[in-house]
C-alpha cells in the first residue's frame, strides 16, 4: 500500500498585485481553493516572482503599519529587503536570508528596498508568509529573528551539489535556525537537474510546496515553475525528482484547530481581540515608528 501523500491541486500563480510600491506579488492563499485554514498554521502565502526593479533614489516599499497575533516571515531568492519595527528591531536581507518577525501583542514595521539595491535597481524575487500563533501565544512579546543563509541548516543529497536547507523545523536530523511556537517545517529543497530526494510528514501536518526555480515532479506530477502543489492530509512521503536545476520552497505544519478571526493586518481568534488591536494601535500602545 502506498503512503506517498496525493496532491489535491496544482496552482497557477494567480493575477500579481502590488504591495506598497515594493512588492508585485501573486497570491497563493488565503482565497482561491486555498481558505484561510487550510494549510494552518501558515495563514498567507504571498510570492513576489521574478521581475526587474530600476533604480530608484527613494527606495520601494511599504510604509509603516500595525500587526498583532501572528507572525511574517519573508525569505529572499533575489534582492536586498531592510526592515524596521517599533520594538527597536532592524535589519537587512539580502540573497538567501529569512527575516522571521513575531508581531505577538503587537507592533508597528515597515519593510523597503534596501538602500544601494535600490539606487543600482535589479532582479527581486522573495516570498512573505504570515504564520499564525496559537491562543496561548497571541500576546507574546514581539521579537525579531534576522535568519542569514550561513545560520541554516544543510543537508545534503547523494547528488552532487544538491541540498536540503533548513530554516525552521528539521531535515533528517539536520536542524533549521528559527525558533517557532508550533510544529512547522520550512525548507528549501536546492536540486540540481536529475537529483531526488523523499520527504517525509504526518498524514494530518497541511502541506504545500512552491516551485521557485525550475520544474520538477512530485510523486510523479510535473509541476512547473511558480506553481504551487497542496497537498491531501493523507500518507507521508512525497518524492521528488528535479527535471531541470530546481529550488522548492517547501511547507508543512500542524494545524492550529481554534477560531481564526482575521482582519487587514490582525489575526485572532475573537472579533472581539481584533476591535481591541484596533483601538491599541489608535491608543499608540504598539509603539511609535516614523516612515
Same mark, same amino acid.
Request: glycine fraction near 10%.
Given at each position: 500500500?502506498?503512503?506517498?501523500?496525493?496532491?489535491?491541486?496544482?496552482?497557477?500563480?494567480?493575477?500579481?498585485?502590488?504591495?506598497?510600491?515594493?512588492?508585485?506579488?501573486?497570491?497563493?492563499?488565503?482565497?482561491?481553493?486555498?481558505?484561510?485554514?487550510?494549510?494552518?498554521?501558515?495563514?498567507?502565502?504571498?510570492?513576489?516572482?521574478?521581475?526587474?526593479?530600476?533604480?530608484?533614489?527613494?527606495?520601494?516599499?511599504?510604509?509603516?503599519? +500595525?500587526?498583532?497575533?501572528?507572525?511574517?516571515?519573508?525569505?529572499?531568492?533575489?534582492?536586498?529587503?531592510?526592515?524596521?519595527?517599533?520594538?527597536?528591531? $532592524?535589519?537587512? *536581507?539580502?540573497?538567501?536570508?529569512?527575516?522571521?518577525?513575531?508581531?505577538?501583542?503587537?507592533?508597528?514595521?515597515?519593510?523597503?528596498?534596501?538602500?544601494?539595491?535600490?539606487?543600482?535597481?535589479?532582479?527581486?524575487?522573495?516570498?512573505?508568509?504570515?504564520?499564525?500563533?496559537?491562543?496561548?501565544?497571541?500576546?507574546?512579546?514581539?521579537?525579531?529573528?534576522?535568519?542569514?543563509?550561513?545560520?541554516?541548516?544543510?543537508?545534503?543529497?547523494?547528488?552532487?551539489?544538491?541540498?536540503?536547507?533548513?530554516?525552521?523545523?528539521?531535515?533528517?536530523?539536520?536542524?533549521?535556525? #528559527?525558533?517557532?511556537?508550533? +510544529?512547522?517545517?520550512?525548507?528549501?529543497?536546492?536540486? =540540481? =537537474?536529475?537529483? =531526488?530526494?523523499?520527504?517525509?510528514?504526518?498524514?494530518?501536518?497541511?502541506?504545500?510546496?512552491?516551485?521557485?526555480?525550475?520544474?520538477?515532479?512530485?510523486?510523479?506530477?510535473?509541476?512547473?515553475?511558480?506553481?504551487?502543489?497542496?497537498?491531501?492530509?493523507?500518507?507521508?512521503?512525497?518524492?521528488?525528482?528535479?527535471?531541470?536545476?530546481?529550488? *522548492?520552497?517547501?511547507?508543512?505544519?500542524?494545524? *492550529?484547530?481554534?477560531?481564526?478571526?482575521?482582519?487587514? +493586518?490582525?489575526?485572532?481568534?475573537?472579533? #472581539?481581540?481584533?476591535?481591541?488591536? *484596533?483601538? $491599541?494601535?489608535?491608543?499608540?500602545?504598539?509603539?511609535?515608528?516614523?516612515?
Amino acid at each position: 500500500m502506498s503512503n506517498k501523500k496525493t496532491i489535491e491541486a496544482i496552482i497557477a500563480p494567480p493575477a500579481p498585485h502590488m504591495v506598497g510600491d515594493g512588492f508585485r506579488v501573486h497570491n497563493f492563499f488565503p482565497g482561491g481553493q486555498i481558505d484561510k485554514r487550510r494549510m494552518s498554521p501558515f495563514f498567507m502565502l504571498d510570492y513576489g516572482s521574478k521581475i526587474e526593479f530600476t533604480p530608484s533614489v527613494e527606495p520601494r516599499g511599504v510604509g509603516v503599519h +500595525p500587526h498583532a497575533g501572528f507572525e511574517t516571515v519573508t525569505i529572499a531568492y533575489h534582492g536586498k529587503i531592510a526592515h524596521h519595527d517599533s520594538a527597536g528591531n $532592524s535589519g537587512i *536581507i539580502g540573497e538567501g536570508d529569512v527575516q522571521w518577525m513575531t508581531a505577538g501583542s503587537g507592533l508597528l514595521h515597515k519593510e523597503y528596498h534596501e538602500e544601494n539595491f535600490s539606487k543600482s535597481g535589479g532582479l527581486f524575487q522573495m516570498v512573505q508568509l504570515w504564520v499564525n500563533l496559537p491562543a496561548k501565544d497571541k500576546k507574546t512579546t514581539p521579537k525579531y529573528q534576522e535568519v542569514t543563509n550561513k545560520m541554516m541548516g544543510r543537508h545534503y543529497l547523494a547528488h552532487k551539489e544538491s541540498f536540503i536547507e533548513v530554516i525552521a523545523g528539521e531535515f533528517n536530523g539536520t536542524k533549521g535556525a #528559527a525558533t517557532t511556537f508550533t +510544529p512547522i517545517q520550512v525548507y528549501n529543497a536546492k536540486l =540540481k =537537474k536529475g537529483s =531526488k530526494v523523499t520527504l517525509n510528514f504526518p498524514a494530518n501536518y497541511n502541506t504545500g510546496l512552491l516551485v521557485i526555480e525550475g520544474a520538477a515532479k512530485f510523486n510523479d506530477n510535473d509541476i512547473a515553475t511558480d506553481h504551487f502543489a497542496l497537498f491531501k492530509n493523507e500518507g507521508e512521503e512525497i518524492e521528488i525528482e528535479a527535471i531541470e536545476d530546481t529550488i *522548492i520552497l517547501v511547507l508543512s505544519g500542524e494545524p *492550529i484547530n481554534e477560531p481564526i478571526a482575521a482582519y487587514g +493586518p490582525f489575526l485572532m481568534n475573537t472579533w #472581539a481581540e481584533v476591535e481591541e488591536a *484596533i483601538e $491599541s494601535v489608535s491608543r499608540g500602545k504598539f509603539g511609535v515608528l516614523e516612515n
